[in-house]
């Protein structure tokens, strides 16, 4: 079966992308004819060809025709058909991601200039704008580039299929980069069939509710795939490109560090107990220590070095006497046995945090377990300064000190786990505290007498609650929770959990309420005047009213000299966390980041206010609507200081899968997270914002106007909620088990109670995306009106000249690229109120015919992604394999919504969610 769009134009440099997939796309063919038959797929074909006629011509006949050919499928048909549609979808994507590091590969070796987002393009600009080594070296000294992966609903993939499309992808990269024989080639694609078969005999959909801990095992495999071999290598290449750019050596902080919210974050999630948080911390250490102990094994068969041939240090040879390998054989291999005493020593670490290992070699019983990670790191210097000594300076910088590097990023803890529940929560269990303390009317309080209350409180030092067996179920939970955290500092170290996020902060009481909190559990010491926080409190400001009054609390809180006194023992440096999903779901596209924008501006100026070091928290979304896009391009476009060496940036949904699971990419988006870091810290490619007052005027101008055409669709046009549950697939998204948290806050058909997730996600399904551009056309629109051609010129010159603006516009661009109003009037036709439905979804098709022209007009464009070649050649690719879906889609909502029960249908309903979700990539 052909996989490209009949109008596909390719270039001589995407040919290989073609083969690839027409390699794919036959080889599924031939195992949807071996397994469904032929008419089966010769239905598959008709169907995919009366989509494409429809998408060129969105006339009513072609319309006409292709609902009957969707009408008169059996329900076996449909499913066969809804599953080929979707694997079509998969192998394309694979053969995409093979074809992207394909070109980059081939432009590293024509010596072209570096591309944009890789550290030596960054540090060749730094060399050009004489950026110093000290400023460099300054910048790498407080570092820190935080990738978050989360557990949100979006990735609606199974394991097990992507297992199978990583074995595929690894088939496939080997045809492009060995020079196979003919034999081998045949042996090859054999091998390929047997996994396409594998895939499509493998069910596509989970029969049971995803439960915390398997999220927590499926982000675990990201660390195995891809960063715990890939980052120490990433610091090798960086240090040296450092070394051949300035000419020296720098000494380069472990500054990336890839964090993670599955097993912490209780917001909304009853599911996220202290139980299910201290086996998440045990499951990342067992990782860590398994990864470590099969490295050791692995150089102490490698390393076979010979006291005969060379000459170790007397450091070394006393401690390969240490060794519990007594073997004459191996007498004069000191880094054998040498590396055998570390096995041993990492072996009876791991018992002592209670892992169950297994052991590949014989070990010491009586090892002494490792007392933290700088001793493990100490043992392997040791076999590193030796080899250095006899100048074997491969083998000093090779395997043995990715290990070491290893070690020292991920610890015995692997990844930071971050704490995160909503501020309602810690109200009601402060609440319950306060009466122990004979404060009994703590909810009564107004907030400047809560906080003194809290900080009356707190500077007791005492615990409040010995026994709490009369406190509610929520608050003896959430201490339970504390008590978790505190066991998990002592057996794993403060840094396998710093942080503590509080959703929904409104006020400095939300903050030393979770102080309170953790004070009960010790991780908050007061002794005397002196005051100790173990962990970082940080705020979450998501509505848009939080993100205007965030600097204000924020310096709010700087003004009291106990937080202050907090702050020091952190090291004098406070986290802020800006959410990107829920002020969007609240002021629409255009106003949410425009008021991001200013929150980050106003907080820089009240931390320089206070002497306090700044960290921003990016909590995006995959799609745009929830601050998804390019993170290169994002990071560079914050405002001037907000970036300053450190950032936090949440990895949601299936976007972790598309950037994780292959090492070689995986690689490449942590690059680029660095570069974008050094360059927005130390080059400013944004501009100095106090030179574009004209720019904030405008953007503040139009988004009083996008705000208002937002909300009067979204909060204000009665009956919105009635067509946005019948013209998206929000109630049967609800029903699939791709995630452990509930859909809703509440039980309500309220837009306020929804989540962000399955808000954006129901609408990206549906080919409308309106999240991700509703309001733009109209702001736009009444702000020329008001200026003219003037006008125009002004917002073309913010295009070109402002980051910010630029990357609004871009993301934009491609969510548009993705939508589509013939599709999404199918959609529209499934609310059943006519009157409803023409009003409505005319008040979006509307606002859509105006936010792309404008979009055209800023930009000086003819057609969408006219500056984004390689997305555009993606979607020529993929949307011909998606419209299909999203026609079955809505002829299977019409049936199972008029009572159909077959099982079938339900099921296909349910796999066309997860193929559009695939397709589009990042849609929640």
């Not at 993939?157 to 499309?165: E, T």
């Not at 980041?593 to 921003?616: M, S, T």
């Not at 913010?798 to 993705?818: I, P, T």
Request: glycine share 6%.
């Amino acid at each position: 079966m052909n996989l490209l769009p009949t109008s596909a134009n390719i270039s001589s440099k995407d040919l290989p992308l073609r083969e690839d997939i027409r390699l794919l796309g036959r080889i599924l063919g031939d195992t949807l004819r071996e397994q469904e038959g032929d008419a089966t797929f010769e239905l598959v074909e008709n169907v995919r060809r009366a989509s494409v006629l429809f998408r060129k011509t969105q006339e009513h006949a072609d319309r006409i025709e292709l609902e009957h050919l969707l009408d008169h499928l059996t329900p076996h048909d449909t499913l066969s058909v809804v599953r080929g549609f979707s694997y079509f979808s998969q192998l394309s994507n694979i053969a995409e991601d093979l074809h992207h590091n394909r070109r980059r590969r081939a432009h590293l070796k024509s010596g072209s200039r570096p591309q944009e987002g890789s550290i030596q393009l960054a540090l060749q600009r730094l060399l050009e704008k004489k950026i110093s080594p000290e400023a460099l070296q300054a910048f790498f000294d407080k570092a820190i580039v935080s990738p978050v992966l989360t557990a949100h609903p979006t990735e609606v993939q199974r394991k097990s299929i992507l297992d199978c499309q990583m074995i595929i992808s690894s088939l496939l990269t080997d045809r492009d980069r060995i020079d196979m024989t003919p034999e081998e080639l045949a042996d090859n694609e054999e091998a390929l069939r047997r996994f396409v078969l594998i895939l499509w005999d493998t069910r596509m959909l989970r029969y049971s509710k995803l439960t915390v801990q398997d999220e927590i095992k499926n982000g675990l495999t990201f660390y195995g795939h891809t960063f715990l071999t890939e980052i120490p290598q990433l610091y090798a290449n960086l240090e040296k490109q450092l070394e051949k750019q300035y000419g020296k050596s720098f000494k380069v902080a472990p500054l990336l560090r890839v964090g993670s919210w599955i097993g912490g974050d209780r917001d909304g999630n009853p599911f996220v107990t202290a139980d299910v948080m201290s086996d998440a911390a045990k499951r990342h250490s067992a990782v860590a220590l398994e990864f470590y102990l099969a490295e050791a094994n692995l150089l102490g068969t490698r390393l076979s070095l010979s006291s005969r041939v060379v000459d170790v240090t007397d450091t070394l040879g006393k401690f390969a006497a240490q060794s519990p390998d007594k073997s004459p054989s191996r007498d004069d291999e000191p880094y054998r046995r040498a590396l055998i005493a570390i096995y041993s020593r990492l072996v009876a670490t791991a018992e002592k945090l209670s892992h169950r290992v297994e052991h590949l070699r014989q070990v010491d019983p009586n090892a002494v377990p490792y007392p933290d990670p700088g001793a493990f790191i100490a043992d392997l210097d040791i076999l590193i300064d030796s080899l250095n000594h006899h100048h074997a300076v491969y083998l000093a910088r090779g395997r043995l000190a990715n290990l070491r590097r290893a070690a020292e990023v991920f610890g015995f803890h692997l990844a930071p786990l971050d704490m995160r529940q909503h501020s309602g929560v810690h109200e009601q269990v402060v609440s319950e505290l306060m009466a122990v303390a004979g404060i009994t009317d703590y909810m009564q309080q107004d907030e400047r007498a809560r906080r003194e209350s809290l900080l009356g409180t707190l500077k007791l030092g005492k615990k409040l609650a010995t026994d709490t067996g009369n406190f509610t179920d929520t608050a003896q939970g959430e201490l339970r929770i504390m008590q978790a955290a505190a066991d998990i500092h002592l057996s794993f170290g403060r840094s396998a959990l710093p942080n503590y996020i509080i959703s929904m902060t409104k006020g400095v009481s939300d903050m030393l309420e979770v102080a309170l909190m953790v004070q009960q559990s010790g991780l908050l010491e007061v002794s005397g005047k002196s005051a100790a926080l173990h962990l970082n409190i940080i705020p979450l400001f998501e509505t848009i009213d939080d993100l205007r009054g965030s600097s204000q609390i924020m310096d709010e809180l700087f003004s009291i000299p106990f937080y202050r006194d907090l702050l020091r023992s952190r090291g004098n440096t406070q986290e802020v966390m800006l959410g990107y999903s829920d002020s969007n779901k609240d002021g629409g596209y255009l106003t949410a980041n425009w008021e991001l924008y200013k929150a980050e501006i106003d907080l820089v100026k009240v931390f320089e206010k206070h002497g306090i070091e700044l960290r921003l928290f990016h909590g995006r979304g995959g799609s745009v609507g929830r601050g998804g896009g390019p993170s290169y391009e994002a990071i560079r476009a914050q405002p001037p200081g907000s970036v300053n060496g450190q950032i936090r940036i949440t990895e949601q949904g299936e976007v972790i899968s598309s950037k994780y699971s292959n090492p070689e990419i995986g690689k490449r988006n942590l690059e680029t997270l660095i570069a974008a870091t050094m360059e927005a810290t130390l080059l400013h490619h944004h501009g100095d914002d106090s030179t574009m007052p004209d720019y904030h005027r405008i953007m503040e101008e139009m988004s009083l106007d996008a705000i208002a055409a937002y909300r009067e669709l979204v909060f204000e046009t009665p009956g919105f909620t009635d067509y946005f549950f019948a013209a998206t697939p929000i109630r049967e998204i609800a029903e699939l088990n791709i995630g452990s948290r509930p859909s809703a806050r509440k039980a309500t058909n309220r837009i306020e109670d929804l989540r962000a997730i399955p808000w954006v996600f129901s609408w990206s399904n549906s080919r409308v995306i309106l999240p991700g551009w509703y309001g733009f056309g109209s702001a736009v629109e009444k702000y020329l009106d008001r200026h003219g051609a003037a006008g125009l010129k002004q917002l073309q010159a913010m295009n070109k000249n402002w980051a910010f603006f630029r990357g609004l516009l871009s993301n934009m661009d491609m969510v548009l690229s993705k939508t589509d109003m013939g599709i999404a009037s199918r959609y529209a036709e499934l609310v059943p109120d006519e009157k409803l439905r023409t009003k409505i979804f005319g008040m979006i098709e509307s606002e859509w015919e105006k936010t792309t022209a404008k979009l055209m007009q800023i930009t000086s464009c003819n057609t969408l992604l006219a500056d984004n070649p390689t997305m555009a050649r993606s979607l020529n690719t993929r949307l011909p394999y998606i419209d299909p879906l999203n026609h079955l889609q809505v002829m299977l909502l019409e049936r199972t919504r008029a009572g159909e029960s077959d099982e079938k249908l339900r099921r296909a309903l349910h796999i066309t969610i997860n193929g559009i979700a695939a397709g589009l990539r990042n849609s929640g």
